[in-house]
């Protein structure tokens, strides 16, 4: 398993990461509420930390859905947030011009799940030196990952993260499949767990996705078993008044006890 290093940490070693933020960007006051207290957090729980959130959600159930503010001011606003409270930073593209800009912000290049096997986006990413984190599509199997990789490799990049999000079970449903943690470890590159996108329930509400938070916990929890070398998870401070993806993201009150307890199951399963 390789260790890919991030300013004074690495991910893949004996310490966990977790990625976490908003869904998207909606207003200053949210993204540094929450940037501040993960960090307090992460610090007190001694958790390595990478800040997420999107500058913008192309991939929306509707044209009046919210998507964010766009790439040049959310840009400006994960900058902002990076240097005030001195954090790495992840965030998604989702086309290969974007690429060189957002990695002038942005540690982690994110390249979204139904993106996962464009091969032009991929190599963008690569070609920008920044670690690439790659979520696996609904509609791939853990095997098909290894190809993937092999793309972002080819193109001169090894800073290599793959993320599970669950994979399309019949209509409106995700179901995981925790074979896919090791499965995808054997390829060398940390496996991520994204915990609150799995609980997603994709175009359930018609015009926008469902989800169910109750099983965020569970799955996180499982993930850690399994062998994951890191957490996903979407945070907001009022999830229910969130613009995109409230049903599954993880209150921010709760994200003290929840990763307290998915460290305690990491660092277990490595003892």
């Given at each position: 398993m390789r260790e890919i290093k991030l300013r004074d940490f690495t991910i893949g070693g004996n310490k966990l990461t977790i990625l976490a933020g908003p869904c998207v960007i909606e207003s200053m006051d949210i993204m540094e509420e929450t940037a501040k207290t993960l960090k307090e957090i992460t610090t007190k729980l001694d958790i390595n930390f990478v800040f997420k959130s999107s500058f913008d959600k192309a991939n929306r159930s509707s044209l009046d859905n919210y998507r964010g503010p766009g790439l040049k001011k959310g840009l400006k606003i994960l900058a902002e947030i990076k240097e005030k409270y001195n954090i790495p930073i992840v965030t998604d593209i989702h086309s290969a011009e974007q690429a060189a800009p957002v990695s002038e912000v942005a540690d982690i290049l994110q390249i979204p799940a139904f993106l996962c096997r464009q091969t032009d986006l991929l190599v963008a990413a690569a070609k920008t030196?920044?670690?690439?984190?790659?979520?696996?599509?609904?509609?791939?199997?853990?095997?098909?990952?290894?190809?993937?990789?092999?793309?972002?490799?080819?193109?001169?990049?090894?800073?290599?993260?793959?993320?599970?999000?669950?994979?399309?079970?019949?209509?409106n449903n995700l179901v995981v499949d925790f074979r896919a943690?090791?499965?995808?470890?054997?390829?060398?590159?940390?496996?991520?767990?994204?915990?609150?996108?799995?609980?997603?329930?994709?175009?359930?509400?018609?015009?926008?996705?469902?989800?169910?938070?109750?099983?965020?916990?569970?799955?996180?929890?499982a993930a850690m078993a399994a062998g994951a070398n890191g957490l996903f998870f979407e945070i907001h401070p009022e999830p229910d008044k969130a613009l995109c993806d409230g049903p599954n993201m993880l209150p921010l009150a709760d994200a003290e006890k929840e990763f307290k307890m998915c460290k305690n199951i990491f660092t277990l399963v490595r003892n």
């Amino acid at each position: 398993m390789r260790e890919i290093k991030l300013r004074d940490f690495t991910i893949g070693g004996n310490k966990l990461t977790i990625l976490a933020g908003p869904c998207v960007i909606e207003s200053m006051d949210i993204m540094e509420e929450t940037a501040k207290t993960l960090k307090e957090i992460t610090t007190k729980l001694d958790i390595n930390f990478v800040f997420k959130s999107s500058f913008d959600k192309a991939n929306r159930s509707s044209l009046d859905n919210y998507r964010g503010p766009g790439l040049k001011k959310g840009l400006k606003i994960l900058a902002e947030i990076k240097e005030k409270y001195n954090i790495p930073i992840v965030t998604d593209i989702h086309s290969a011009e974007q690429a060189a800009p957002v990695s002038e912000v942005a540690d982690i290049l994110q390249i979204p799940a139904f993106l996962c096997r464009q091969t032009d986006l991929l190599v963008a990413a690569a070609k920008t030196g920044k670690i690439v984190n790659i979520k696996k599509g609904q509609f791939l199997a853990p095997e098909q990952m290894k190809g993937l990789i092999k793309k972002v490799e080819d193109s001169g990049n090894p800073n290599i993260l793959v993320t599970d999000r669950g994979v399309t079970f019949g209509y409106n449903n995700l179901v995981v499949d925790f074979r896919a943690i090791p499965i995808m470890s054997s390829f060398g590159c940390p496996v991520i767990f994204d915990a609150t996108h799995s609980v997603q329930l994709p175009g359930a509400n018609g015009c926008s996705s469902g989800g169910d938070r109750r099983f965020v916990p569970t799955l996180a929890r499982a993930a850690m078993a399994a062998g994951a070398n890191g957490l996903f998870f979407e945070i907001h401070p009022e999830p229910d008044k969130a613009l995109c993806d409230g049903p599954n993201m993880l209150p921010l009150a709760d994200a003290e006890k929840e990763f307290k307890m998915c460290k305690n199951i990491f660092t277990l399963v490595r003892n």
